[in-house]
């Protein structure tokens, strides 16, 4: 019976020692993401992974932020980005992070305005002291109430088919009326005097 008890403390202490290390680690950092890249020996880190815009009007700007953390004793810069949307930095490039600090990084998106949902992903480059990492982020929203798309042009008029060609045969020049249509003639009486 001693040998349970013995073992129920120390499972009980384990338990206490790691949740111990996630407040203080969650505290210290403010993000699992943030702890676990640090101990990874990441030189920095971008976090949130990815921005939840929300419910949203169609056609609205809005702002996404994410945090540059540096853990290194360089600076670290982002120096550009590569993205298939229409977002653009609030601030000029490079931002800059300076040693064991962290800098926010807002990103001004133009949500859409015929679709329910927008989800982007905006790979930034991150200038480190010996090399540039591809670092991607994403920004998710929900539209509220999208506008119905645009109808499709219709099909463009249609010209008038060209009027026929007159055949002559060659021994009597007679038109070859194959290709004409009946027309109908009235007679319009007029006042003579």
């Given at each position: 019976m001693t040998t349970l008890?013995?073992?129920?403390?120390?499972?009980?202490?384990?338990?206490?020692?790691?949740?111990?290390?996630?407040?203080?680690?969650?505290?210290?950092?403010?993000?699992?993401?943030?702890?676990?890249?640090?101990?990874k020996g990441e030189s920095?880190?971008?976090?949130?992974a990815f921005c939840d815009l929300g419910v949203n009007e169609a056609g609205k700007e809005r702002d996404a932020v994410f945090e540059l953390t540096n853990f290194t004793s360089e600076p670290i810069s982002i120096i550009g980005e590569t993205s298939g949307c229409n977002c653009v930095f609030t601030e000029s490039l490079p931002i800059t992070a300076k040693p064991h600090k962290t800098v926010k990084i807002?990103?001004?998106?133009q949500l859409p305005r015929y679709t329910a949902n927008y989800d982007?992903?905006?790979?930034?480059?991150?200038?480190?002291s010996d090399r540039l990492v591809m670092s991607p982020v994403r920004i998710i929203a929900t539209i509220n109430n999208p506008l119905p798309p645009p109808a499709s042009p219709s099909t463009p008029p249609t010209l008038a088919p060209p009027p026929p060609q007159i055949e002559?045969?060659?021994?009597?020049?007679?038109?070859?009326?194959?290709?004409?249509q009946p027309i109908t003639v009235i007679k319009i009486p007029t006042d003579q005097k």
């Amino acid at each position: 019976m001693t040998t349970l008890k013995y073992y129920l403390r120390l499972i009980g202490t384990v338990a206490v020692l790691v949740l111990l290390i996630c407040t203080v680690a969650f505290f210290w950092f403010g993000e699992f993401n943030t702890f676990v890249a640090y101990f990874k020996g990441e030189s920095f880190v971008i976090s949130p992974a990815f921005c939840d815009l929300g419910v949203n009007e169609a056609g609205k700007e809005r702002d996404a932020v994410f945090e540059l953390t540096n853990f290194t004793s360089e600076p670290i810069s982002i120096i550009g980005e590569t993205s298939g949307c229409n977002c653009v930095f609030t601030e000029s490039l490079p931002i800059t992070a300076k040693p064991h600090k962290t800098v926010k990084i807002k990103i001004k998106s133009q949500l859409p305005r015929y679709t329910a949902n927008y989800d982007q992903t905006i790979t930034l480059m991150v200038a480190d002291s010996d090399r540039l990492v591809m670092s991607p982020v994403r920004i998710i929203a929900t539209i509220n109430n999208p506008l119905p798309p645009p109808a499709s042009p219709s099909t463009p008029p249609t010209l008038a088919p060209p009027p026929p060609q007159i055949e002559t045969t060659a021994n009597n020049h007679t038109p070859n009326t194959k290709n004409f249509q009946p027309i109908t003639v009235i007679k319009i009486p007029t006042d003579q005097k």
